[in-house]
Every structure is written in C-alpha cells, then in structure tokens.
C-alpha cells in the first residue's frame, strides 16, 4: 500500500474539561475517498478544523505528504494544497458566482503586499476560475448573483472555491445535507469525478446511504473517539456503529 496521503496521530482537542477529539489516529490514502462519519456532537467538524488549521491540537500531530502541518495557520495549510467546504455555505451573495471563485484565488496573492494590490480581474484569472466552475457544472451561471443561487448550487458554488486551492485533498462537511434526491445524485458524480482527476477526498455526513454509497473507506466516531474503521460493508454491520446512532435502549426495543 502507497503512502498516506494524510495522517493524523493521537489526535486530540480538548475544551476545558470536554475531550472533543480525544487519540484520533487515522491514514487517508491517495485517490480514496475516505468517510468520516458519527452521530452529532461525535468530533467530526472539529476533526476538520484541527486538519485545516482552524484550531490548533491539544495533542498529537497531523501530517501531510511527509510533512507535519498540525499548529499551521489555515492559509498556510490551504497553500499546501487542502481545500474545504463548510456546514454552513456562505457566499459572497453580493458578488457574482465568477467573482467568488476569483476571491478564492486571491489566496495565491494574499501573503503579499505588493501582489495583493494588483489587478484581480484579469483574463488569466477569469479563465481559470472558469475552468473550475465547468468542473462544477456552474459555468452557465458565472454572472449570476451568489444571493439568488438555490442551495444545490450553493453547494456546488462551496465546492469550487475548495478546489481553487483543494488540488491534493478536499475535506467536505456535509456537502449533500439539505439536498433533493436528484441533487443528491448529481452531486455524487461530481465528487467521483473530483476524485478522478486526482483530488483525494475526506468527508463528514450523515446520509448514511449516500455516504455506503460513495465511500471507500469509513471511520466512525463517537465521543471524540474512534470506534470503527473499514469498507461500507463491514461498518454498517458494526454493533458499536449501530449503538452509537440508535442507543442501546432503542436497539433492544427494535429488536
């Protein structure tokens, strides 16, 4: 088996006394989409903050292509190549769809002074914001206003400026919560296309059939912890999965 692309060792964040990630280990493989998975409240959003930069650890390390990156700040990180998405999609609503993925690339020029007061408009950038909005399948809708965006496209939207610096790994949290069965089903095959072109891909939901669905591998969390890893199959038939999400009093009433 090839290097992990990703690795977190020990992983921990604690918030006053609540261990919120408590000794995550996990490897996430090139090419693989990995699910991250758990009943609410399980550490898996702030999992994605700890790889991102947002929070720094209480314990552990996190490294990424040999490199430890746990303590970076989240540019940093995102320059290495890790882009994510958020719960929560919030636009630019008064700029454009084009104009939101350009912002993003802004990211490139943003640790410098001098560049971060050139031109932003130009026809290169456009070009290459474009190209990323046809992977997404939003290029017919570059001029519109973010604010008028339904939430499928809201999401697509999240997607793209990930991928503006997501080129090795996209974290997506939650990226098919809220949508309709045929959004649901669009936005699956973006995904394996994302992962066809070679961005790896780590995400958190909770549609149990998407995520069986899509997923290579799943880790399950529970109280900050690990409580098992494996392929779709064997998870779903977990005893510790199944009392994590039903609680062992409405599993014994089920059965």
């Known amino acids: 088996m090839s290097q992990p692309l990703l690795e977190t060792k020990d992983l921990s964040k604690h918030f006053g006394g609540l261990k919120a990630v408590d000794s995550v280990s996990l490897q996430i493989y090139p090419g693989e989409i990995l699910g ?13 903050n700890l790889i991102s930069g947002v929070y720094r650890p209480t314990r552990g390390a996190i490294w990424f292509e040999g490199k430890r990156i746990d303590g970076l ?17 919030k636009p630019f609503g008064s700029l454009t769809v084009l104009e939101n993925v350009l912002v993003a690339r802004g990211i490139r020029r943003y640790n410098s002074l001098s560049r971060m007061w050139r031109q932003w408009k130009t ?42 610096v997501g080129t090795r790994l996209l974290l997506l949290d939650e990226s098919f919560s809220g949508l309709r069965h045929e959004e649901i089903l669009k936005l699956d095959q973006l995904v ?46 977990d005893e510790r999965v199944i009392e994590a999400y039903l609680g062992k009093k409405r599993r014994d009433v089920a059965a």
Do not use: W, Y
């Open 36 to 48: 991250l998975l758990g009943p609410n409240g399980a550490g898996k959003t702030v999992c994605f």
């Open 73 to 89: 700040p989240p540019h940093q990180v995102a320059q290495r190549g890790i882009g994510r998405t958020f719960q929560i999609v």
């Open 123 to 164: 026809k290169d950038e456009e070009k290459s914001a474009m190209d990323i909005l046809e992977k997404v399948g939003l290029q017919d809708l570059a001029t519109r206003k973010a604010s008028l965006l339904p939430l499928g496209n809201l999401r697509r939207l999240e997607i793209a400026r990930a991928l503006v």
């Open 192 to 237: 394996r296309r994302i992962r066809e072109s070679g961005v790896t891909i780590l995400l958190i939901e909770h549609n149990m059939r998407v995520a069986m669905g899509i997923c290579d591998r799943i880790v399950v969390l529970d109280h900050g912890k690990i409580i098992a890893e494996g392929d779709p199959v064997s998870i779903q038939e």
